[in-house]
């Protein structure tokens, strides 16, 4: 397999995604803005308390800075195959020799880059001039935070990849992809601190890949987690990648059988 | 009359019709708009269990504040969808055939289409949170507060609907808006959910003064609960929402009245 053609795309994307440029600041101040109405939320929750369940104020600050920063890099495109499936162009894309699984890959690792750069950065410097942040455990932290963090864009893009492979069958996904959003906006700890959710929910997530995405990397970054316990989390997530990109790849060859073009 | 009025009843039915052609798909997605718009609720209803009291607002108090912004955008969107589009037609050409029928303007655009997906998901879901709140949140419910409460939605609805008409409007001058309002409208929104006294003073301003949609929810919510944190604001606002609704609408309406008279067509 040559990596070249993949490679071209992935920065056809970020390129392309620098032409947009007042999406792209609202993009920031929006996530920015959400995040200071988090904020604001939680310092009037808090009122004087120090600690809730020995979480500190300033522990929560650094849950929103880093799932809602590391939820502007992970975007996968929940239309990239429905969109060619719509308007037919899926049936010359499978003629290109090559993968095109590989290239969907390709081209969100590309537009991830780009949000990683000019969204991130900027988003947590704010973040980290106005309210601050906890700093992490120690520079072994950051190193598996990052590995981590990777791993969460994995299980979040086969999520993703599988969600996008019921278009074969239904056409129109956009309700599907929507409520998919909704669970992982609710249950990825992005929108309340996992530590707050009820313990029936905890016991449920378990069995979940949600809280694989965001919190996993945040309790580590926050030194939350032994060394055991940091690999086996790890391991979890790649679990979960495995298992729904699996799912997925089997919806993928059922689907080519089924695909029936409509117009061309 | 009688013609409009037909005319009126004719464009409903085709609306809900095609609307409505694919059955399955129609209630998927007012499924998923109502599974989206709940999000909030979950994340409230969660934190809440946890914490019990959000600077004094309980959990019924806070979706009873929650409840008034969907109800009110739920009924809007009926009339507005043509409005929240306006971009779209005006990019397209497509408004040029509105222009030319010997009709109001603004008359066509509000009843040739409605997104009935958006309206019973929003609606939907603030009749819901209505229903949980409502009695629980100690509102002695008499003609007298059921008529505020009905004045208040109505007031709500022109807030939103005056705000939608002003965003189109500046599509007669600028040909991409769509990040405006993403902006002005859903940014803004965003805190509308919470009381806004927990927020800054840029914040509060900007939901009173500004996009006032403090009207449209939290003061009418306060004239029934009278929370505490009401004290800082002065008690007139409490009876102030028709009036912002209706003098803003009209604004929006005299803006839209004067700027049509330089449209240009996108069209080739």
């Known amino acids: 397999m040559r990596i070249t053609p993949y490679v071209a795309y992935a920065k056809k994307n970020f390129l ?121 455990a120690g520079i072994f932290n950051v190193a598996l935070f ?76 926050l030194g939350q987690l032994g060394t055991a316990e940091i690999v086996y989390k790890c391991f979890i997530q790649i679990v979960w990648i495995v298992m729904i990109y699996l799912i997925g790849d089997f919806l993928w060859n059922k689907g080519q059988k089924k695909l029936i073009v409509q117009g061309g | 009359m009688n013609d409009t009025l037909h005319l009126m009843t004719v464009y409903s039915k085709t609306t809900a019709r095609a609307w409505f052609q694919y059955r399955v798909d129609a209630v998927l997605r007012s499924l998923a708009v109502f599974a989206r718009e709940s999000t909030g609720i979950i994340v409230i209803y969660f934190t809440l269990l946890k914490f019990n009291s959000l600077n004094g607002w309980n959990i019924y108090e806070l979706l009873f504040l929650y409840s008034l912004i969907f109800l009110t955008y739920g009924i809007m969107i009926i009339f507005f969808t043509g409005l929240r589009d306006f971009g779209n037609m005006v990019r397209e050409g497509s408004f040029d055939r509105f222009v030319l029928r010997p009709r109001g303007i603004l008359f066509q ?72 309002k993403e902006l002005l409208y859903w940014n803004v929104r965003k805190f509308a959910g919470y009381p806004i006294s927990i927020f800054n003073k840029g914040v509060q301003f900007l939901m009173i003064y500004i996009m006032p949609y403090a009207f449209v929810n939290y003061f009418p919510a306060q004239f029934l609960l009278r929370k505490e944190d009401m004290s800082q604001y002065p008690e007139i606002y409490l009876y102030l929402t028709p009036i912002v609704g209706v003098g803003m609408y009209l604004l929006a309406y005299a803006f839209w009245l004067y700027s049509l008279k330089y449209y240009k067509s996108s069209g080739n």
């Open chain 2, 109 to 180: 655009i509000i009843f040739v289409n409605s997104d009935w997906f958006a309206a019973i998901g929003h609606g939907g879901l603030g009749i819901t949170l209505f229903l949980i709140s409502a009695g629980k949140v100690g509102v002695h419910w008499n003609i007298y507060n059921a008529l505020y409460y009905l004045f208040a939605v109505i007031g709500g609805v022109l807030i939103q609907g005056a705000v939608f008409l002003f965003i189109a409007t500046l599509n007669i001058y600028l040909i991409e808006t769509g990040s405006i």
């Open chain 1, 146 to 221: 990052i590995i981590s963090a990777v791993l969460g864009y994995g299980v979040l893009w086969s999520i993703s990849f599988a969600v996008q492979m019921t278009a074969f069958w239904l056409i129109n996904i956009w309700s599907i992809v929507t409520i998919k959003n909704v669970f992982i906006n609710v249950l990825s700890g992005s929108m309340i601190p996992l530590w707050f959710m009820p313990e029936w929910i905890g016991g449920v997530l378990k069995y979940t890949p949600f809280s694989s995405i965001y919190f996993t990397p945040v309790q580590i970054y």
């Open chain 1, 16 to 136: 392309g995604r620098s032409a947009y440029r007042v999406d792209h600041f609202l993009g920031i101040l929006s996530t920015c803005l959400q995040f200071f109405i988090f904020y604001e939320i939680y310092r009037a929750l808090y009122g004087d308390a120090e600690t809730i369940d020995g979480i500190t104020m300033s522990m929560v600050t650094t849950n929103f800075i880093i799932s809602m920063g590391l939820g502007m890099v992970f975007r996968p495109n929940d239309f990239f195959l429905p969109g060619k499936i719509w308007d037919g162009s899926i049936s010359t894309e499978l003629l290109r020799p090559i993968s095109f699984k590989g290239r969907m890959i390709a081209e969100n690792v590309g537009d991830s880059a780009f949000n990683l750069i000019f969204k991130f950065i900027p988003v947590f410097l704010i973040a980290f001039f106005t309210t601050g942040i906890h700093s992490p």
